[in-house]
């Protein structure tokens, strides 16, 4: 069994930035991928940005150039940095750890953007 926690979220005006934080219970060296995604009102549950043990990224076409994922190995944790941040990007932001025979979820962070 695998907890994820997340911090960060807020509300924020358009333009702003917010950082995201997930700490796992279980070494981020045994974790293949961790990454994040997020699930809008009345939206399914969509990718956001994943990054891997070898540093690999992958990012949602919407996030491109604005959202960063990084993951700090030494401290369990998976950030997502966002930047110019859009009212569209309101969701509950949700930590995802992948073994690769299994995954865990955290209960999610909520971001508002509005002004």
């Known amino acids: 069994q695998v907890q994820l926690v997340e911090s960060g979220g807020g509300l924020v005006q358009p333009g702003g930035s917010l950082r995201l934080s997930c700490v796992s219970s279980k070494s981020a060296f045994s974790i293949y991928a961790m990454g994040w995604y997020r699930r809008a009102p009345g939206k399914q549950r969509e990718l956001v940005g994943t990054i891997t043990i070898n540093g690999r990224t992958k990012y949602a076409d919407s996030v491109k150039g604005r959202f960063t994922v990084s993951r700090d190995n030494a401290k369990n944790t998976v950030y997502l940095q966002m930047n110019s941040l859009e009212p569209e990007d309101t969701a509950t932001y949700y930590c995802?750890?992948?073994?690769?025979?299994?995954?865990?979820w955290g209960k999610g962070t909520r971001v508002t953007v509005s002004s």
């Open positions: 995802n750890a992948d073994l690769g025979y299994s995954d865990y």
